[in-house]
Each structure stands twice: as structure tokens, then as C-alpha cells.
């Protein structure tokens, strides 16, 4: 082992392909591994700084590091963990049935008393036995199992029944047979929704990973009445998952949570907008008037209430006028709003906001020759729009083409302010 991470670590730079070719140079390492390993440090540089750091840690598989939770998403769910169970203090545990590379087990160690961590593939689980000595970790029971009802399957109660977790966590694949992308829950592996009865009677807690992708008012019709909160996680201009908390004991409406992270989260606290989908329902929003007076700032949702589709509550709970049915996006004049919509997407300072025709856009080019372009519902796409402002990439300006409901098409010179 000491060798292979020597070699790892001195050939970090360089051309994975080359090495798998020049392979018989080095008879006495496994390139295969040592190219996944490199490959994976690679792709955990920035996204779990902590694993791409230490030089003893194994990746056999470069897929499960893409796959696997960042930083910030992994601190993110071990905290909500922790509050789900809050009554226990530190004394909880949780049963990771899908541990993968074990990044989210790792961080729910952090905060639970004890971590089992379970993963059906035996290279992976074996590596991930060897990373958490690695890096210190000694509250985590490793298990090499295939969960499921199955012939060749462990059933929750054999696998969960001595261990007893406070919460039971799952990261359902989501690939089928042939390695081909799955989106309906019961199509991912394990099928939660024919394990989750008999676990509930181990557990009270199930919490729930899906891809961004996932239909929220679907999969919780699906789940069931104990579907008790959903959380949209984002970061870095990107939905990363829905995570679905459950609770045996929960027969009420859900709430949803639209949370957008801070780059240095957990340094930086998390920026959130709950409500009720009924309250998204009645909700009637703000809608931009001919008569409007003239806003000062352009609100763009984050990807979170995007995904969260708090569309019209955006606007009647802020008191923010929206520019169309079909265009999310919000202006506003008062700046006490500023605080509000902080964190919960950008916002632009407007300094000018016309009609979108041929002078505009002449005008606009010539006073901004470098700015971000960006075109929503109107008869032209972001790079069309870029080439009739013949402007490039750059500087502090952004330019929005946008449609209002109520004024048309409208050309906003902005800069952004939040």
C-alpha cells in the first residue's frame, strides 16, 4: 500500500493514459487502481478538500467520486440530521444504507455517536474501510451487504435490527440495468418504497437523497403522508439534491425548504425560504403593470427556489412585482428588501430598463461593450442577443432580455449589487 500511494503521489500531474500504456514500467503497482485513485483526487480537489489532501486515502472507482456529496452538501445533511434527532443530544446513531466512497457517512460521524455505513459493492466497501482509518475516523461499523427483500439481499431488520439507528440514510442509485439513468424513486436501487414500512419499524427517521431532477410533488405522493420536510439543497449556482426527511410518526402536510449555500459554508450560514406547497397554491403574485413605478432592482431566484417552485410566493410574501407568468424574475424599489432576497439568489442595480428594439440594443452595445448577457422568454436566445449587442464577456455589467406580461419584450442594463 505504502508503495502505491507513493506512486500516486508522485505521478498526481500526470497523463493518466500515458501511465495506463507505460504500465509495464512498473510491474509491481496496480495502474488500474493507481489511475483511479489520481483521477478521483482530481475530481475531489475543491469538492471535498479534506479527502483530496490526504495521500493514504484509495478510490477504486472514479465514478463514485463524481457522484459523491461536497463539502458543504455533506456538513449540510449531518447537521440536519443532528436536528432531526435534537432530543438525543450526541447520542444518536445513523445506518448509511448506501455508503458508496462513504463521503456522507464520514461527515455524518461527525456529529452522530455511531455510523454504520453499508455498501453492496466489496472493492468500494473495502477501500472505504481503509479511508476512515485513514483519516481517524473510529465511529464507523463498515457492512459489505445488497439491501433489499431479495434471494441475494439482506432485509432491513437483519441488517438494522442489531444496530438500532436513530435514522436510517439513503442514496438510491439512480442507473439501471446497462448503467442507464432511472428518475422514478421506484426505480432506483433500493427501491425505497417497498423497504420503508418494515424500516420504519426499526427506525423512526428515513432520510432520503434524490437527484435534482426528481419531481418534488411526485415523489412525496409517492412516499406518503410521512414525507415531513423536503430540503432543495444549491450551491455554487447549481441544485445539487432533494432531501427527503420522513418521520413514522409525521401524518401532516410537508414543508419544503429551499436552501442555498454559501461557497464556505458551514463558515458562512445557509440562506433559506420555507413555506407550505398550499401556500404556492393561493398564492397570487405581484405581477410588473404598465403603470408600475420605475424599480431600482432586478431579483434572480437562486437555483433552490427555482427547483422549490415558489414562484408566485416570491412575490405576494416579499411584495415584489413579478415580470411574467412565465418569466422568474422580480423587481422591487424599496431597499429594505435588500436584506431579504440576500442570499436567496443575485440582484441587480437597474440602470436602465427599455423596450427591447433595435435602438435599444444599439445603445446598450455601444454603452457597455463588455457585459454578461443573459435572454428569457423572448423571441431570441442568451447568444443571439449577445451578437446583436455585438458585445463580448466581461466587466461588471449585465444586460437581461426579458418579456414582461404586461410591457413586452425589455432590454434591463444592470449591475449586480447582492
Known amino acids: 500500500m505504502e508503495q502505491l500511494v507513493k506512486f500516486i503521489s508522485e505521478h498526481m500531474g500526470d497523463d493518466t493514459s500515458k501511465l495506463l500504456l507505460a504500465r509495464s514500467k512498473w510491474p509491481e503497482i496496480d495502474m488500474d487502481l493507481a489511475v483511479n485513485c489520481i483521477e478521483s483526487r482530481r475530481k475531489l480537489k475543491g469538492k471535498v478538500q479534506e479527502w483530496h489532501e490526504n ?8 465514478l463514485s467520486a463524481e457522484q459523491c456529496s461536497s463539502s458543504s452538501t455533506g456538513h449540510y445533511k449531518s447537521a440536519l440530521a443532528a436536528s432531526i434527532v435534537s432530543d438525543k443530544g450526541t447520542a444518536w446513531k445513523l445506518a448509511d444504507l448506501t455508503g458508496g466512497l462513504g463521503v456522507d457517512s464520514w461527515f455524518f460521524s461527525k456529529r452522530a455517536s455511531k455510523v454504520l455505513y453499508n455498501e453492496m459493492q466489496p472493492h468500494l466497501c473495502k477501500a472505504a474501510e481503509h479511508n476512515f482509518r485513514a483519516l481517524g475516523t473510529n465511529n464507523i461499523d463498515v457492512s459489505n451487504s445488497a439491501v433489499g427483500n431479495g434471494p441475494d439481499e439482506k432485509s432491513p431488520t437483519a441488517l438494522l435490527s442489531g444496530f438500532a439507528p436513530d435514522i436510517v440514510y439513503m442514496d438510491p442509485a439512480r442507473r439501471g440495468e446497462g448503467g442507464k439513468k432511472v428518475f422514478l424513486i421506484e426505480e432506483c436501487t433500493p427501491d425505497v418504497l417497498t423497504l420503508k414500512d418494515e424500516i420504519f419499524r ?126 422568474h424574475y422580480y423587481t422591487f424599489s424599496d431597499e429594505s428588501i435588500l436584506q431579504e432576497v440576500n442570499g436567496l439568489g443575485k440582484v441587480f442595480k437597474i440602470m436602465r430598463m427599455e423596450p427591447l428594439d433595435k435602438r435599444t440594443l444599439k445603445a446598450a452595445g455601444k454603452d457597455f461593450p463588455k457585459a454578461e448577457v443573459t435572454a428569457r422568454n423572448i423571441p431570441m436566445d442568451t447568444d443571439t442577443l449577445r451578437k446583436k449587442l455585438g458585445i463580448t464577456s466581461g466587466d461588471d455589467a449585465h444586460i437581461f432580455g426579458l418579456k414582461s406580461d404586461s410591457r413586452g419584450n425589455l432590454l434591463l442594463c444592470t449591475k449586480r449589487v447582492l
Not at 237 to 259: F, P, Q, S
Open 55 to 62: 495521500p493514504n486515502l484509495i478510490f477504486p472507482a472514479k
Open 202 to 327: 426499526i427506525s423512526r427517521h428515513i432520510l432520503i437523497k434524490l437527484s435534482p431532477m426528481a419531481d418534488i410533488t411526485m415523489v412525496c405522493e409517492r412516499l406518503g403522508h410521512n414525507c415531513r420536510e423536503v430540503h432543495v439543497v444549491a450551491t455554487g449556482g447549481e441544485c445539487k439534491e432533494l432531501l427527503i426527511w420522513m418521520d413514522r410518526e409525521w401524518n401532516d402536510n410537508y414543508t419544503v425548504h429551499a436552501v442555498e449555500l454559501p461557497n464556505d459554508y458551514p463558515a458562512s450560514e445557509a440562506t433559506s425560504f420555507s413555506f407550505h406547497p398550499s401556500e404556492e397554491r393561493n398564492a397570487s403574485s405581484v405581477v410588473l403593470s404598465a403603470s408600475t413605478e420605475e424599480s431600482c432592482y432586478l431579483f434572480e431566484p437562486g437555483k433552490a427556489l427555482m427547483k422549490s417552485g415558489a414562484f408566485n410566493l416570491i412575490s405576494s410574501r416579499l411584495g415584489i412585482a413579478k415580470l411574467g407568468k412565465s418569466t
